[in-house]
């Protein structure tokens, strides 16, 4: 008789939507499920020492009273005739599992301290007393797997690699577990036993990435095309009071910052890739294949809301998406990132920290990234906050997930000077198009970029001194002879780089030797 396989998926794809805390009021995300006929609602309550987990059924229970502190983030797994309720306690910066059982009226803690996340878990049935409870958590600088036995309250560490996990798949064979996991690049495989406990490593090989091809080009219009890459903030949802509808892409800061640019220099082309709903590792899975189909030159990433709002990564693993994305977007696709900070969300009751906490977790991280790759970012967590009319004003009314209409316009202001401080193209290929004794003509590709201004070319006749500047607006350049003047030297050495609107210049072409026909 074969053994019956269960197969159960903790997916960091597929977390469901967290319940906020907007000015206490949680009742629209509550969660609501029915075991043997009953209905029960469970739902985060904010009060003034932080959040409070409440069971209704026949009756009103507090899961959470033993446990004061930040109550966030509940998960429920109702079987036929038993149910059980996880979610996350927050206290002193000290994330712990939590854990009711319906059947007994008890809550169980993870043991030990340390932990700066811990996601969703996934819960594991067992024929007799509590099940078994697999999540990923953060404890150093990246996510591991655990699994919790809370009958025994004992803690054991499944996985110990140096990237965040970001995925798990468990597959059931009776009372073995076999645990298939995935980091940026590899995919392991753990055999685990019960009673007592073994951990095997089974396999490990690493990832397979799509082939897809850069689509990056010098024609005109790829490279004045402005890529944005995000969530439902790049798309530009948000809900005004003052505005129809919640899809507003005219007023999001991508559009914003196309007008600023064409107003002041030249024509450019946006293409949107926001995604709504969507968080760092979804844009990692997305990212080849809308690179690979969207010709642009420059690229705004701004990903990470989703990931702190629906707990669905630590920090450091977020982090861990989003230098992949700019790298990628960088040395893959040939574009030039630009990174931002998340803004700050009204999901901030005074009493509950944990959302504001991680969310500059996170933004510090960002920086760093940046830092250390030499991709220029902004800091729009900042400048929302320093705003004189304060942060609030800049998100938009109802709810408070995605900036308002002001909120995209500091955005656009910040991206701007970041865009026009990429250095502009070289000049490619020089030739010499006519060559007589009293001229010699020039020309190279021409410079199409929206900012582009004039070329600057450096010559004198010694490659080792090139004592003389002139400029060409154009894409070519006539060296005469002038009697009686230097000029009537018979070699001339050159070198040419690109000027921008703003100042900001190519490096040079290499020096090139041209002579006069006799």
């Given at each position: 008789?074969?053994k019956?396989?269960?197969?159960?998926?903790?997916s960091?794809?597929?977390?469901?939507v967290?319940?906020?805390?907007v000015?206490?009021?949680?009742?629209?995300e509550?969660?609501?499920?029915?075991v043997?006929?009953?209905?029960?609602?469970?739902?985060?309550?904010?009060?003034?020492?932080g959040?409070?987990?409440?069971?209704t059924?026949?009756?009103?229970?507090?899961?959470?009273?033993?446990?004061?502190g930040e109550n966030?983030?509940?998960?429920?797994?109702a079987g036929?005739?038993?149910?059980?309720?996880?979610?996350?306690?927050?206290r002193?910066a000290?994330?712990?599992?939590?854990?009711?059982d319906?059947?007994?009226?008890?809550?169980?803690i993870?043991?030990?301290?340390?932990?700066t996340?811990v996601?969703?878990?996934?819960?594991?049935?067992?024929?007799?007393?509590l099940?078994?409870?697999?999540?990923?958590a953060?404890?150093?600088?990246n996510?591991?797997?655990?699994l919790?036995e809370?009958g025994?309250?004992?803690l054991h560490?499944?996985?110990?690699?140096?990237?965040?996990?970001?995925?798990?798949?468990?597959?059931?064979?009776?009372?073995?577990?076999t645990?298939?996991?995935?980091?940026?690049?590899?995919r392991?495989?753990y055999?685990?036993e019960?009673?007592?406990?073994?951990?095997?490593?089974?396999t490990?090989?690493?990832?397979?990435?799509l082939?897809?091809?850069?689509?990056?080009?010098l024609?005109?219009v790829?490279i004045?095309?402005i890529?944005?890459?995000g969530?439902?903030?790049?798309v530009?949802?948000m809900?005004?009071?003052d505005?129809v509808?919640?899809?507003?892409?005219?007023?999001?800061?991508?559009?914003?910052v196309?007008e600023a640019?064409?107003?002041?220099?030249?024509?450019?082309?946006?293409i949107n890739?926001?995604?709504s709903?969507?968080?760092?590792?979804?844009?990692?899975?997305?990212m080849d294949?809308?690179f690979?189909?969207?010709p642009?030159?420059?690229?705004?990433?701004?990903?990470?809301t989703?990931?702190?709002g629906?707990?669905?990564?630590s920090?450091?693993?977020?982090?861990?998406?989003?230098?992949?994305i700019?790298?990628?977007?960088?040395?893959?696709?040939?574009l030039?990132p630009?990174?931002?900070?998340?803004?700050p969300v009204k999901l901030?009751d005074p009493?509950v920290?944990?959302?504001?906490?991680?969310?500059?977790?996170?933004?510090?991280?960002?920086?760093a990234l940046?830092?250390?790759?030499?991709?220029?970012?902004?800091?729009?967590y900042a400048?929302?906050?320093?705003h004189?009319?304060?942060?609030?004003?800049?998100?938009?009314d109802i709810?408070g997930?995605?900036?308002?209409?002001?909120?995209?316009?500091?955005?656009?202001?910040?991206?701007?000077p970041?865009?026009?401080?990429?250095?502009?193209?070289?000049?490619?290929?020089?030739?010499v198009?006519?060559?007589?004794p009293?001229?010699?003509?020039?020309?190279w590709?021409?410079?199409?970029?929206?900012d582009?201004?004039h070329?600057?070319?450096?010559?004198?006749?010694?490659?080792?001194?090139l004592?003389h500047?002139?400029?060409?607006d154009?894409?070519?350049f006539?060296?005469?002879?002038?009697p009686?003047m230097?000029?009537?030297?018979?070699?001339?050495?050159?070198?040419?780089?690109t000027?921008?609107?703003?100042?900001?210049?190519?490096g040079?072409?290499p020096?090139?030797?041209?002579?006069f026909?006799?």
């Amino acid at each position: 008789m074969k053994k019956a396989v269960t197969r159960i998926v903790l997916s960091a794809l597929a977390l469901g939507v967290a319940p906020s805390l907007v000015r206490g009021d949680t009742a629209a995300e509550s969660r609501r499920f029915s075991v043997q006929g009953k209905g029960y609602t469970v739902e985060v309550q904010a009060v003034p020492t932080g959040s409070d987990i409440i069971l209704t059924g026949r009756q009103r229970m507090n899961l959470s009273r033993d446990f004061p502190g930040e109550n966030l983030f509940p998960e429920v797994t109702a079987g036929a005739n038993r149910f059980f309720v996880s979610w996350i306690h927050y206290r002193k910066a000290d994330v712990r599992l939590c854990l009711y059982d319906a059947r007994t009226r008890t809550v169980s803690i993870t043991p030990g301290r340390g932990f700066t996340f811990v996601s969703a878990p996934t819960v594991v049935p067992r024929e007799t007393g509590l099940p078994l409870l697999l999540f990923r958590a953060n404890r150093t600088d990246n996510e591991d797997v655990y699994l919790y036995e809370p009958g025994r309250g004992e803690l054991h560490r499944i996985t110990r690699t140096p990237a965040s996990e970001k995925t798990i798949t468990v597959t059931r064979d009776g009372r073995d577990l076999t645990l298939e996991t995935e980091t940026l690049d590899r995919r392991f495989r753990y055999g685990v036993e019960i009673d007592p406990l073994i951990i095997r490593l089974l396999t490990e090989e690493p990832r397979e990435r799509l082939p897809f091809k850069p689509a990056w080009t010098l024609d005109p219009v790829t490279i004045n095309t402005i890529i944005a890459f995000g969530d439902s903030i790049t798309v530009g949802e948000m809900r005004m009071v003052d505005l129809v509808g919640e899809l507003h892409p005219e007023l999001a800061y991508l559009t914003k910052v196309q007008e600023a640019l064409e107003e002041d220099y030249g024509h450019t082309y946006t293409i949107n890739l926001g995604d709504s709903g969507t968080n760092s590792y979804h844009g990692v899975a997305r990212m080849d294949e809308a690179f690979s189909r969207s010709p642009g030159y420059h690229c705004l990433i701004l990903y990470g809301t989703n990931d702190v709002g629906k707990n669905t990564f630590s920090a450091d693993s977020s982090a861990e998406n989003l230098e992949w994305i700019c790298l990628n977007a960088r040395d893959t696709y040939g574009l030039h990132p630009v990174i931002s900070t998340i803004p700050p969300v009204k999901l901030w009751d005074p009493g509950v920290q944990y959302f504001k906490e991680n969310t500059e977790a996170l933004n510090s991280r960002i920086i760093a990234l940046a830092r250390r790759n030499q991709i220029p970012y902004i800091d729009t967590y900042a400048a929302f906050f320093a705003h004189p009319d304060g942060w609030e004003a800049c998100l938009e009314d109802i709810k408070g997930n995605h900036p308002s209409p002001l909120g995209h316009q500091i955005m656009a202001d910040l991206f701007v000077p970041k865009i026009l401080a990429v250095t502009p193209q070289p000049t490619g290929l020089i030739g010499v198009v006519e060559r007589g004794p009293l001229r010699v003509v020039l020309q190279w590709p021409e410079n199409v970029e929206f900012d582009f201004d004039h070329f600057r070319i450096e010559f004198g006749y010694a490659s080792t001194v090139l004592d003389h500047t002139t400029r060409s607006d154009s894409h070519h350049f006539s060296f005469l002879k002038v009697p009686g003047m230097e000029g009537l030297r018979p070699v001339i050495y050159f070198r040419i780089q690109t000027v921008d609107m703003e100042g900001y210049a190519s490096g040079f072409s290499p020096i090139q030797r041209i002579e006069f026909a006799q």
